[in-house]
């Protein structure tokens, strides 16, 4: 259009969309699915409940959440030949790597899921990825676990059953817990969205393309894969760990942090919107506390993040970059504590946001969003003429 072109590097103040889905408030630390706060949906909803909440836009009737887990249930068997895509791998593969693979695989197998132009059709895809993707997202941890598949068990919540299948053993049984499910259930609802973040804007403009949802959704898995995104819950794990056999030595690792010419950051601290504290950290904070109690465990890696939060919290450096814990920061501890191995958390998270890319990939194609195509400042060559070989 020969209009101004100014460049906003990350898109740090360029809005790409109008959206209903989720609001979040950077300074009051607020954060909304559908305008209910997630406070009240992490004590009193179950994560089906807000999967529909996000993706419909209102909180389900007993009859219409009953119908959208039948729905689910119905689909999900995964084709027995998506076994040997998964049987390419090898143990050392990384689960994410994994699962955008299998994701963007099961097309093959759901031809159909390709077509959404009408809301029947969009719904059986939506119905079609909601049932495969935590049998999927066990499926690598089995591989990496050189463990069999697990096929799941239908009589089993959603929740339950994806716990199941992560952690069933074979000839040693599975033994059910609540305390796990409903911690496993909290975390789930904490990442299933969060408006316009760098994997569910991967999302919208695949998506915008008319690329089908579960390309989009691989592609999403790949951005979220990043440890500046959701890469980080394992990051914190391994910085946390590497304090942990460097004696507790927080003070090293903050300086590391706050040196420029060190490339460490603290993992799990800072984030592009929330300028005072992220909500979500606050919960897993308190539900880490819970979690480890009720479970009796003792995990001296929450110690020293909670070391590390207090000091950082204190440190000029941080308090003036307004750095604090994020999402990720203690969410790895509870995942440890249900069992789950640090490099699946990244997964656990893709499980969690899945709702959250379905539904910001529906709002786009319903509202017919263009395709996504910016633009650029061209800082290279000016023209000129090509030189042959024997003249370079
Ligand atoms: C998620 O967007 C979302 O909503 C994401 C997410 C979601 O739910 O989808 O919330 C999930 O991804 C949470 C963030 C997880 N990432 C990490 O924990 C990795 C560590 N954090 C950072 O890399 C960083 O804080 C980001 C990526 C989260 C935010 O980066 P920004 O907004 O681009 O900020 P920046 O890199 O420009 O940093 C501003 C300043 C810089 O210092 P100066 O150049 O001004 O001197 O703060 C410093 C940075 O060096 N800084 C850090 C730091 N984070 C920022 N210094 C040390 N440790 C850190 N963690």
Redesign the pocket.
């Known amino acids: 259009s020969g209009g101004i072109i100014t460049i906003d590097p990350?898109y740090?103040n360029t809005g790409s969309c109008e959206s209903a889905i989720t609001f979040l408030d950077g300074e009051k630390g607020i954060l909304r699915y559908r305008g209910y706060s997630i406070e009240e949906l992490a004590e009193k909803a179950d994560f089906l409940e807000v999967a529909y909440l996000l993706i419909f836009g209102e909180l389900p009737t007993k009859a219409q959440l009953d119908k959208f887990n039948n729905d689910i249930k119905e689909q999900s068997e995964v084709d027995e030949d998506m076994k040997k895509i998964l049987d390419g791998f090898p143990k050392t593969a990384h689960p994410m790597g994994v699962l955008s693979s299998l994701t963007s695989a099961l097309i093959a197998f759901n031809p159909s899921s390709v077509d959404v132009s009408s809301e029947e059709a969009m719904y059986k895809a939506i119905v079609k990825i909601m049932a495969k993707f935590p049998v999927l997202a066990a499926w690598t941890m089995r591989k990496i676990k050189g463990l069999p598949l697990d096929y799941g068990d239908d009589s089993l919540g959603y929740v339950e059953n994806f716990h199941k299948m992560m952690l069933s053993k074979p000839n040693k049984g599975y033994e059910a817990n609540q305390i796990v499910y409903d911690a496993l259930d909290k975390l789930l609802i904490l990442?299933a969205d969060?408006?316009q973040?760098?994997?569910?804007s991967t999302v919208r403009i695949v998506g915008s393309s008319h690329a089908g949802l579960f390309a989009s959704l691989s592609a999403g898995i790949s951005a979220l894969w990043g440890?500046?995104?959701?890469g980080?819950n394992q990051?914190?794990i391994e910085m946390l760990e590497a304090i942990k056999a460097d004696g507790g030595d927080t003070a090293k690792y903050i300086a590391k942090?706050?040196d420029?010419n060190d490339p460490f950051?603290?993992?799990?601290?800072?984030?592009?919107?929330y300028k005072n504290f992220?909500p979500r950290a606050k919960i897993i904070k308190t539900a880490a506390e819970e979690v480890l109690g009720d479970l009796g465990i003792e995990d001296p890696v929450l110690d020293i993040a909670k070391g590390l939060a207090d000091v950082a919290l204190n440190d000029e450096y941080f308090v003036s970059?307004k750095?604090y814990p994020?999402?990720?920061f203690y969410s790895g501890i509870i995942y440890r504590a249900l069992g789950i191995p640090t490099e699946m958390f990244t997964v656990m998270f893709a499980v969690g946001?899945l709702p959250g890319w379905i539904a910001q990939w529906r709002e786009m194609r319903l509202r017919k969003e263009p395709i996504g195509r910016p633009r650029q400042i061209y800082i290279g060559e000016n023209h000129r003429d090509f030189k042959p070989i024997d003249q370079r």
Not at 227 to 230: A, D, E, M, N
Not at 265 to 273: D, K, T
Request: proline share 3%; glycine share 12%; hydrophobic share 30%.
């Open positions: 990350g740090k990442h969060h408006e973040n760098c994997s569910t440890p500046l995104h959701g980080a990051a914190v942090a706050k420029k950051r603290l993992m799990g601290f800072g984030h592009r919107v992220d970059r750095l994020n999402v990720d946001r």
